[in-house]
């Protein structure tokens, strides 16, 4: 079974940036999706990058700030956040997906505060 591993998190002040990571131990090229789950809250969708980083997608909450892409050479795709804020701290997970499979990974913790 595929167990995305995520990688990247840590703690960064207000209009600062993180760049995350999602490896996969295959060869098979994943739809990934972002997604992260503040306490106390539901997960909640962050990005999506399609199977050839053709197609990418954002929340509104993160459009603008965040950027998906993919070196599928590497099997990683990775999440550029840039300008961030306290509102983005969570914990990131990476879903992979291929026809009904699905795959999460066990995430990486984000936190924003100065």
């Known amino acids: 079974q595929v167990q995305p591993v995520e990688s990247g998190g840590g703690l960064v002040q207000p209009g600062g940036s993180l760049r995350l990571s999602c490896a996969t131990s295959?060869?098979?090229?994943?739809?990934i999706r972002w997604f992260r789950q503040a306490p106390g809250k539901e997960r909640e969708f962050v990005a999506f990058i399609s199977e050839r980083g053709i197609q990418t997608s954002y929340a509104d909450s993160v459009k603008g700030r965040f950027t998906i892409s993919r070196d599928n050479a590497m099997n990683i795709v990775y999440l550029q956040m840039d300008n961030l804020k306290p509102e983005d701290t969570a914990t990131y997970y990476c879903?992979?997906?291929?026809?009904?499979?699905?795959?999460w990974g066990q995430g990486t913790q984000v936190t924003v505060s100065s």
């Open positions: 295959d060869r098979t090229l994943y739809v």
């Open positions: 879903n992979a997906n291929q026809g009904t499979n699905r795959y």
